[in-house]
């Protein structure tokens, strides 16, 4: 019953620091896609991706990379974190049916803080 | 370009008043999809209901109700008897039907109800 699992839950990075935030989902959904939810802002699309192999950007990419080698994993890269990519991460993932609107799922969110 | 907006910022109210979360979007696509999701203090977003762009009939759930009009472009969320356990942010969002499938945000409502 897992469902889409992100790691780690929470992470404080230095300036110019690299990582890697992890999602998973074992529903065999084909779309996935990360969130950034900022103060009074509601959540907005960084990356996205409609099945493996296939990636694309969203409404705020910059600063972000993302890579699709199987259906399960979706990782969020930052390259050289900043102050400003202090946020909640949200992963989330749906079915692909077309013109079934399926909902979409959520992960449980990343807390990471930029100093 | 597709927008949600949720004018409500912040919303009290004693336990067992009803309250009406507003919702408006804008999108001329004419298949869409309309969410709500849960925010409560832990951080995870908790899907509440969908409802297609073909599909105007209210829908009741418990003490939830949700009312969708077309011809005003509202997807407003009533939540009858509130209890303490009501109070989360609650975020309303839009999908289109193909592409991304990736959901657009308005930036919540911030219920709080007091004992």
């Known amino acids: 019953n897992a469902g889409v699992t992100q790691t780690p839950k929470f992470q404080v990075l230095k300036t110019g620091q690299s990582m890697t935030l992890q999602c998973a989902q074992d529903?065999?959904?084909?779309?996935m896609s990360w969130y950034r939810q900022d103060p009074g802002m509601g959540l907005r699309l960084i990356h996205y991706s409609v099945g493996a192999g296939i990636t694309d950007q969203g409404e705020v990419p910059n600063g972000y990379n993302v890579s699709r080698s199987t259906t399960e994993d979706f990782p969020l890269r930052l390259l050289s974190a900043a102050p400003s990519q202090t946020s909640v991460y949200f992963c989330?993932?749906?079915?692909?049916?077309?013109?079934?609107?399926?909902?979409?799922?959520f992960g449980e969110g990343s807390w990471l803080t930029v100093v | 370009a597709q927008k949600v907006t949720q004018a409500q910022t912040e919303i009290s109210v004693v336990e067992k008043e009803d309250v009406t979360l507003d919702c408006v979007y804008e999108?001329?696509?004419?298949?869409?999809?309309l969410f709500w999701y849960k925010q409560p203090p832990s951080g995870e977003l908790v899907f509440l209901i969908r409802r297609n762009s073909f599909d105007e009939q209210n829908e009741i759930s418990g003490r939830y109700s949700w009312n969708f009009q077309k011809s005003t472009s509202s997807f407003n969320f009533t939540i009858t008897a509130s209890q303490v356990v009501d109070s989360a942010v609650y975020f309303c969002a839009l999908s289109e039907d193909t592409g991304r499938r990736a959901l657009t945000f308005g930036s919540g409502t911030r219920l709080q109800v007091q004992p």
């Open positions: 989330a993932s749906s079915r692909k049916t077309p013109g079934s609107g399926n909902t979409i799922y």
């Open positions: 999108t001329r696509d004419t298949t869409y999809y």
């Open positions: 529903m065999n959904h084909e779309y």
